[in-house]
């Protein structure tokens, strides 16, 4: 089935009409408009000219049938197809540089053959999803915002082959995604990474025995948990902590050596450090996990 990209939303919110329902498991196609819901057509459309209402279109939302606030889904990612250009903006006040940019630019990439050409560099491409979530218990909660419900995340994990796993806070999750990225790192600093808009095609499907409070997402190497907080100390030490109560209730550690493995193999990483709340991400090594007896398959 496919979402087209006519329809979406800019906050996930609990009152979002649904553009369809679904029994799950499901495979589901999303077609998404670019964060800049296609504003930037040339190098002239610069950050003055955007209409910032109009920021981190979400496409959907989907409405799954006899899921129930509570309930746990998760999201595996089959294939992200870009579309050419791309296009990244510099603009005063705006990211880590902010106080070092004194003029705004707009830059398009050509995107062709598995390559961003970033000037005279090819980039390879590392198509990755920026918003994914399902809508808040409370009240909206804009697209460019990440939470324990999803969001903004801008976490580089969340790429083909990952599963994400969501905690569902209202009757029929309302799931949604968009701000799709042909290539990012870690921070995205410049508040944008290579934005495009694409293809998604997922998978959904509901997951039994496994409590989550946060986002955590599952690539072929690593499981890691999301946090999102005020400040980039108070996310990394959400995920951290989590990864630790994760470890301690499925596996036979007690928390000092849960603590200890984190230490010794683990690793503290950085989602996002531009959106209003910054992301980080505690990771584990996969087969570490698997030793453990921990079931990554859920």
Do not use: W
Request: with cysteine; charged share 20%; aromatic share 4%.
């Amino acid at each position: 089935m496919l979402i087209t990209k006519d329809k979406y939303s800019f906050a996930m919110d609990k009152r979002n009409e649904p553009v369809t329902q679904v029994d799950l498991p499901c495979k589901l196609t999303f077609e998404t408009l670019d964060c800049f819901s296609e504003q930037i057509n040339c190098t002239e459309d610069k950050i003055e000219t955007l209409d910032f209402n109009r920021v981190n279109p979400a496409s959907g939302p989907v409405y799954l049938n006899n899921i129930k606030a509570g309930d746990l889904i998760a999201v595996n990612i089959r294939d992200i197809r870009v579309k050419s250009p791309g296009k990244m903006i510099a603009a005063p006040g705006a990211g880590i540089l902010a106080n070092l940019i004194t003029t705004s630019e707009t830059l398009l990439v050509p995107i062709e053959n598995g390559v961003a050409s970033f000037k005279n560099l090819e980039l390879p491409l590392t198509p990755m999803i920026g918003v994914i979530g399902v809508a808040p218990q409370g009240e909206p909660i804009a697209c460019g915002v990440p939470g324990s419900h999803g969001g903004n995340m801008d976490t580089t994990l969340i790429k083909p082959g990952s599963t994400l796993y969501l905690p569902v806070q209202v009757d029929g999750a309302l799931f949604a995604l968009g701000d799709l990225h042909a290539v990012m790192g870690d921070g995205e600093i410049m508040v944008s990474g290579v934005e495009v808009s694409g293809e998604v095609d997922v998978t959904i499907s509901k997951v039994y025995d496994i409590e989550l409070e946060n986002p955590l997402v599952k690539t072929d190497q690593v499981l890691a948990i999301i946090a999102s907080a005020e400040t980039l100390d108070q996310a990394i030490e959400t995920s951290t902590i989590q990864m630790a109560q994760f470890l301690t209730k499925y596996t036979d550690l007690t928390l000092n050596e849960a603590g200890m493995l984190m230490s010794a193999c683990g690793n503290a990483q950085i989602s996002q450090i531009v959106d209003p709340l910054k992301t980080a991400r505690f990771a584990m090594p996969l087969d570490v996990l698997r030793k453990l007896g921990i079931n990554i398959a859920f």
